[in-house]
């Protein structure tokens, strides 16, 4: 069985010089990573693309993987920068007008860098980081469900986990899918209208009254209930 590579940090820099390599070592990888995919990455041609050692590479990461890995946690921290400021701008706004925000934020957040979010969704499962993954998406359903909790009399009621998970994923997916999929949907033109969408869905998801008894025990169309 192949060895599982190590991905943390031999060591974190502390001087501004050491700092300043590591900085030089996580762009290179994000360059190579956009620019030739990951099987063409290798600590040779990311220390030559950082201009610095292997040598001085190796006193920092002990693989390509766990530069991957720092790229990764970066990227995802430039998203919860974003997002944490759009939570923080919005907490006193009623809902119909901080959730355009809150999914503005959250598309905006994903055309960061595209191409590199991409990437970073296909190497990740190798890397073995998929709990850095869990965590970032338990940071954004706690955000918003600290939101809903602050306007839940402005709200249907609903469990607040499961209402947090439903809007968070939803537009996760959304924004996602058009990464990996349609990014002719995250242009300057058009990403008005996904947000648009998106937002319409959210707000219809929070608000939409609870079936009644006359919808709740309708029976459905013979053609559709045939299946």
């Known amino acids: 069985m192949a060895r599982r590579p190590l991905t943390s940090p031999r060591k974190h820099a502390s001087q501004e010089r050491s700092r300043a390599t590591v900085e030089a070592l996580v762009e290179a990888t994000a360059r190579i990573l956009v620019r030739e995919g990951f099987e063409r990455a290798s600590t040779n041609r990311i220390a030559r693309e950082a201009g610095v050692s292997v040598g001085s590479l190796y006193q920092y990461y002990p693989s390509k993987e766990a530069l991957v890995v720092a790229v990764i946690d970066r990227h995802n921290e430039e998203i919860m920068s974003l997002v944490r400021a759009t939570v923080a701008q919005v907490a006193a706004e009623p809902v119909e007008r901080a959730i355009p925000k809150l999914v503005a934020a959250a598309i905006e957040a994903h055309r960061v860098n595209p191409r590199l979010h991409r990437v970073l969704a296909e190497q990740i499962p ?80 929070l608000r939409e009254a609870p079936a009644g008894p006359a919808t709740r025990g309708a029976r459905l169309p013979v053609h559709l209930a045939a299946g």
């Open 126 to 205: 190798r890397t073995g980081q998929l709990e850095n993954v869990e965590a970032f998406d338990r940071q954004n359903y706690e955000l918003f469900r600290t939101y809903l909790e602050n306007h839940r009399d402005e709200i249907r009621p609903l469990d607040l986990d499961m209402a947090a998970f439903v809007c968070v994923t939803s537009v996760e997916a959304l924004t996602h899918t058009a990464v990996l999929h349609r990014p002719d949907f995250l242009t300057d033109a058009a990403v008005g209208a996904l947000v648009e969408e998106a937002t319409r869905l959210v707000l219809g998801y």
